[in-house]
């Protein structure tokens, strides 16, 4: 069993800058790949971008390609999610996401955390 826990969430004017976190307790994290999804109220969870095994893979959803950027550390089972030029559309629930094999940008993942609220004012 992972546990992943999810810190960094907040509250940021229009523009601004978070960054999450996203802490696993395994000590076999570098086997799985991982993601951030977001779900905003009345909506859907929606793939936002996700990472390789070894960080050298990158994915991204349109809506938030150049602004967002995911890492991870391997040696601290953490991974991140760098978000600039926060805009309201990207208030929602984050929750990162953990899966053994390739990054899906379906939410087929074995492992959820319980998600950090970022809300994003105009």
């Known amino acids: 069993q992972v546990q992943l826990v999810e810190s960094g969430g907040g509250l940021v004017q229009a523009g601004g800058s978070l960054r999450l976190s996203c802490a696993a307790s395994?000590?076999?994290?570098?086997?799985?790949?991982m993601a951030w999804f977001r779900q905003a109220p009345g909506k859907e969870r929606e793939f936002v971008t996700g990472?390789?095994?070894?960080?050298?893979?990158?994915y991204y959803a349109d809506s938030v390609k150049g602004r967002f950027t995911i890492s991870r550390d391997n040696a601290k089972n953490t991974m991140y999610l760098q978000m600039n030029s926060l805009q309201p559309e990207d208030t929602a629930v984050y929750y990162c996401?953990?899966?053994?094999?390739?990054?899906?940008?379906?939410?087929?993942?074995?492992?959820w955390g319980q998600g950090t609220q970022v809300t994003v004012s105009s």
């Open positions: 996401a953990a899966k053994r094999g390739i990054v899906a940008r379906s939410p087929r993942y074995d492992y």
């Open positions: 395994t000590r076999t994290f570098m086997n799985f790949a």
């Open positions: 990472i390789s095994l070894s960080g050298g893979s990158t």
